[in-house]
């Protein structure tokens, strides 16, 4: 793969995950959907894992948020496996604001799949979302 293609597949890749940790954050529920593949997975620890659209809808909304939250994911790193699939790592810290102010809830770890849509846009296929504190 060439280095150009590597780089717009890095560019679509963190699009997706940046789309996703604010609609999450703002708990756009139905923006978040449209981020995954229609067979989309994601696992969490200790739950089963939410597959397809209505389960993700359904996940999502519970998850929406009471209090104001703040997802900050960084330490990215993009493999491309090929020119319409792709995997990243993430590491991400968890934020709630309370009455005292804004404290760390969790830390942990994406490892997402990525595939590219008929239109070109990069879909979530599959994320393992897996907890350190």
Wanted: charged letters at 20%; zero cysteines.
């Amino acid at each position: 793969m060439s280095e150009p293609t590597q780089a717009l597949v890095a560019a679509g890749v963190r699009a997706v995950i940046g789309a996703h940790t604010q609609a999450q954050d703002a708990g756009r529920t139905d923006d978040i959907v449209a981020l995954y593949a229609s067979g989309g997975v994601l696992e969490l620890p200790g739950m089963d894992p939410v597959v397809g659209h209505d389960a993700l809808r359904e996940a999502f909304k519970g998850w929406a948020p009471t209090l104001p939250q703040l997802h900050l994911v960084g330490n990215t790193v993009v493999t491309a496996t090929g020119e319409d699939e792709a995997g990243a790592v993430s590491d991400v810290a968890f934020f709630q604001r309370g009455e005292t102010g804004w404290a760390v809830q969790v830390v942990g770890r994406y490892e997402d799949t990525f595939v590219r849509g008929g239109d070109g846009t990069w879909l979530l296929k599959h994320r393992v979302t897996a907890f350190q504190a």
